[in-house]
């Protein structure tokens, strides 16, 4: 049975710095691209970042972009991102999810599996 767990979530100030972890279980995702989505309430999931299979290409919401960092360890079957300069705009639910093939992927179509997401939330 295939699981994506994140982790990292919680309450930090405007300025401040979290790094959300995914891990996958079940299967090797190591061919296949993977990315983060946030959902803040009464707003639809929208796209925050995402991986290609190999690490070498990465690609960015606009609003997230120079202060997050999306990153994989393959071998650990684990994604990563890296969330610096957070701003109270970027308080939501994060979900990861795993693509249906290897590329990079923005949108919600392109992706099979989802985790059950972690809150953060970032004070003013």
């Known amino acids: 049975q295939v699981q994506l767990v994140e982790s990292g979530g919680g309450l930090v100030q405007a300025g401040g710095s979290l790094r959300l972890s995914c891990a996958a279980s079940g299967r090797s995702f190591a061919t296949y691209g993977m990315g983060w989505f946030r959902q803040a309430p009464g707003k639809e999931r929208e796209f925050v970042a995402t991986i290609n299979w190999n690490g070498g290409s990465t690609s960015y919401a606009d609003s997230v972009k120079g202060r997050f960092t999306i990153s994989r360890d393959s071998a650990k079957n684990t994604m990563y991102l890296q969330m610096n300069m957070l701003k109270p705009e970027d308080t939501a639910v994060y979900y990861c999810?795993?693509?249906?093939?290897?590329?990079?992927?923005?949108?919600?179509?392109?992706?099979?599996?989802w985790g059950q997401g972690t809150q953060v939330t970032v004070s003013s």
């Open positions: 999810a795993t693509a249906k093939d290897y590329g990079l992927a923005r949108r919600i179509y392109q992706y099979s599996y």
